[in-house]
């Protein structure tokens, strides 16, 4: 049914232009087939700009990362920090619980740092760019970190957010675009490494690398050369049907890859939560909100061979582990219902409608919705969250922290669906497999069944 998608949707790049706007000093983009904004809610520290909300739709978007391309520019507003100096590595290792000793040059780490109960502090991509220099993204405690050492020490860290940009493109055919606008091959790139290329002699990064469990590449460079990269990728990507990704489609592509973006909360100490955050049958019991890495099926980052905050207790609930994190498949009669109670009952039960964490009305901040889960006798036995729609799956999935004895594929759970003091519902959901998506695993791909780049 989608032997033509490669065709439906061409971008004029003649027109590309003519109605440029800015959206802020982090991020730009440009008016599009069917582009709607939507104010952001901002994070930490950062104004809410204005984000694209949906170009072609956001069915037809997702549909780009299974059959073709999307191309994003939706996290230019990272923080992003050079950290440099002969001390870099030993400040980093204090706060992260990544291993450090197996990080050469040109490769990168999903990072994670906890506190000292083993909970989740932040997370972000460290990569390693020279001898005793990395370039983070998203870690926004790096600067905390360097400037509360009380010795002297060798490393500085140098905010470059808004002076670079990031480009995303996921897909099956992401990379014989890369290559066509670079002229480059650029297969011998492994998942998290990077190398350097050029545009027409502009020059960027290219890293391997993504949430969707897709085949995903990043274009990183300087600011000034964005729109010009950008116009670059649109053009040769309309003849293979690439798709421009609105915040909307963006946001529900990290569920279905089995990667955590909104399914709990940072316990750090400044993230400020306000109370309309706190969404979903969980409450406003913040407590339950924050997670370790164990409990977000991410036990295998920790490298417990070098001292970092919050060591003793991961190392405590390695012995005794009670949870793990399970792609849960909710029913669709349940489903239905919901949304028939909004036309069929004097209290319906609270609308399910939103495809994802991107809520337009602001009725959820970033989509930190948190449910509760329990079993066929309705006992508590987790936690659900980052609730999206996979038009592809044709299928409602969330990402839910659950107790060990129910994770195994096919058992069957209850989500309660519904804020406190609103009608809730009982939403049958069975455990399947994360990622959910799985037709290609960008960790262990063979780009080689992919035609190399010819001038």
Not at 12 to 21: A, G, I
Not at 38 to 67: H, I, K, V
Not at 76 to 85: D, M, Q
Not at 368 to 373: E, P
Request: aromatic residues 12%; negative net charge.
């Amino acid at each position: 049914m989608y032997e033509n998608y490669e065709g439906l949707y061409p971008i004029d790049t003649d027109k590309l232009f003519e109605e440029e706007f800015r959206l802020s000093d982090y991020m730009i983009d440009f008016a599009g087939n069917r582009t709607y904004m939507a104010l952001g809610n901002g994070m930490a520290g950062f104004a809410a700009p204005l984000y694209p909300y949906e170009y072609t739709g956001w069915r037809d978007e997702q549909l780009s990362w299974q059959f073709t391309c999307a191309f994003s520019n939706n996290i230019n507003l990272g923080p992003t920090y050079i950290v440099k100096g002969s001390d870099s590595a030993t400040i980093l290792k204090k706060y992260m619980i990544n291993n450090f000793d197996k990080f050469p040059i040109g490769t990168s780490k999903f990072a994670l740092s906890c506190v000292e109960n083993g909970d989740v502090s932040g997370w972000g991509v460290i990569m390693k760019t020279d001898v005793n220099t990395y370039e983070t993204h998203w870690l926004n405690s790096v600067p905390q970190w360097f400037a509360q050492e009380k010795e002297p020490i060798d490393a500085e860290v140098t905010d470059i957010t808004g002076t670079n940009f990031v480009f995303q493109l996921m897909g099956p055919r992401s990379l014989e675009i890369i290559e066509e606008v670079t002229r480059d091959d650029l297969h011998d790139i492994l998942y998290c490494h990077f190398r350097d290329s050029a545009v027409d002699g502009r020059k960027i990064r290219v890293l391997r690398f993504g949430m969707t469990n897709g085949l995903e590449y990043e274009f990183h460079g300087d600011i000034s050369d964005a729109q010009y990269i950008y116009r670059r990728i649109i053009e040769v990507g309309n003849a293979y049907g690439i798709r421009r990704l609105g915040l909307n489609a963006y946001m529900t592509a990290h569920t279905p890859g089995g990667c955590q973006q909104n399914e709990f909360l940072f316990n750090n100490g400044f993230m400020m939560y306000p109370p309309n955050m706190l969404k979903g049958s969980v409450g406003d019991n913040i407590e339950k909100r924050y997670r370790n890495p164990f409990e977000l099926g991410l036990g295998h980052v920790i490298d417990f061979n070098h001292d970092f905050i919050g060591k003793e207790a991961l190392q405590a609930y390695k012995a005794d582990p009670k949870r793990t994190e399970v792609t849960l498949e909710w029913n669709a009669e349940d489903i239905s219902d919901i949304y028939e109670s909004q036309f069929r009952d004097e209290i319906p039960y609270q609308p399910i409608d939103k495809i994802g964490p991107m809520d337009v009305g602001g009725d959820s901040a970033n989509g930190s919705s948190m449910d509760l889960v329990f079993n066929k006798n309705g006992n508590e036995i987790g936690i659900s969250g980052a609730r999206v729609v996979s038009y592809y799956h044709r299928a409602m999935i969330s990402l839910a922290s659950i107790d060990l004895q129910y994770a195994d594929l096919g058992t069957e759970v209850i989500v309660l669906w519904g804020d406190p003091g609103t009608r809730q519902k009982e939403v049958r959901a069975k455990v399947a497999p994360r990622p959910y998506n799985n037709k290609i695993n960008n960790r262990n791909f063979d780009v080689e069944q992919i035609p190399r780049y010819k001038a």
